[in-house]
């Protein structure tokens, strides 16, 4: 099984490779010139990478770098700088996931897309509200940080745009505030947000992300089970908190 990972230099996409790699799996990865990769994915045979800014290629250039992989996972997002968040490209991630939709139109076989998303991204297809206080600031949000706006763009294109589409099944994981921690700990997945992200907003480790990416590729009863929602992952020991 061979995996296409944007985003692969991100402090989450580099965790994903790690637990591909730790399954044995193979990734082609999509990283800029000036991105850092560790010296444990360079070296393994079973990544390729290739050098370009996603932004730039076009739906053609992406479908061959998906031609031979069963499945896609997005972990792109803005960099955490004045440049990153307010300058271009604004519609980073919903830009690349709207390739790729595209380009899966064009197989012939159906192809997983895992999308790393956040909590601040609310599924009113699925019943999710939000409170007024809530909506007031996603609204605010959705003016004055891009990032934010992109982020609902690129989770609405797949929950509103493909449930039915054929040619891509997709899995849209919500992580709440991320942190990182060595290692994987216990974790709980809600098919709903069960805090508010803005006032009461629980922890969700990378690498817990990452394992339950990686766990979505290969086990097929948990495929199914979360096929085309949005599931909320949130560590375990954040609960009473
Ligand atoms: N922060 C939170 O608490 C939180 C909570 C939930 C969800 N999220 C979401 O989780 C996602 C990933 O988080 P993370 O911390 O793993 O992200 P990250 O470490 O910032 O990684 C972002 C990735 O996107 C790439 N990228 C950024 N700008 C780009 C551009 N202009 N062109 C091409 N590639 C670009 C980066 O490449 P380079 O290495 O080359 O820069 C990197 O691979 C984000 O979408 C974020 O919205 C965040």
Same mark, same amino acid.
């Given at each position: 099984m061979k995996t296409l990972i944007l985003g692969a230099s991100g402090a989450t996409g580099k965790l994903v490779v790690l637990q591909l790699l730790e399954r044995n799996l193979s990734a082609r990865i999509v990283v800029r010139e000036t991105a850092v990769i560790p010296a444990k994915i360079t070296g393994n045979k079973n990544i390729e990478i290739v050098k370009g800014n996603i932004d730039d290629l076009t739906t053609d250039q992406i479908q061959k770098l998906m031609l031979d992989c069963d499945s896609i996972v997005c972990c792109l997002g803005h960099t955490i700088s004045f440049k990153g968040i307010f300058g271009k490209p604004y519609n980073l991630v919903a830009n690349a996931v709207k390739k790729i939709t595209d380009a899966a139109s064009s197989f012939d076989t159906v192809k997983k897309f895992v999308l790393m998303s956040t909590t601040a991204y609310t599924n009113k297809k699925q019943g999710e509200k939000n409170t007024f206080g809530e909506k007031l600031i996603f609204s605010l949000l959705k003016i004055v940080l891009p990032p934010h706006k992109d982020n609902i763009f690129a989770g609405d294109h797949l929950v509103y745009g493909l449930e039915a589409a054929g040619r891509i099944e997709w899995v849209v994981v919500r992580p709440d505030s991320l942190f990182d921690e060595e290692?994987?700990?216990? +974790? %709980?997945?809600?098919? $709903?947000?069960?805090?508010? /992200?803005?006032?009461? /907003?629980?922890?969700?480790?990378?690498?817990?992300?990452?394992?339950?990416?990686? %766990? $979505? $590729?290969?086990?097929?009863? $948990? @495929?199914? !089970? @979360? !096929?085309? !929602?949005? /599931?909320?992952? +949130?560590?375990?020991?954040?609960?009473e908190r």
């Open positions: 290692n994987q700990s216990e +974790y %709980e997945i809600c098919e $709903l947000k069960t805090r508010s /992200p803005v006032f009461n /907003p629980g922890r969700t480790s990378r690498i817990n992300v990452s394992h339950f990416m990686a %766990e $979505l $590729l290969v086990n097929d009863i $948990l @495929w199914q !089970k @979360w !096929k085309y !929602k949005t /599931p909320v992952i +949130y560590n375990k020991d954040c609960r």
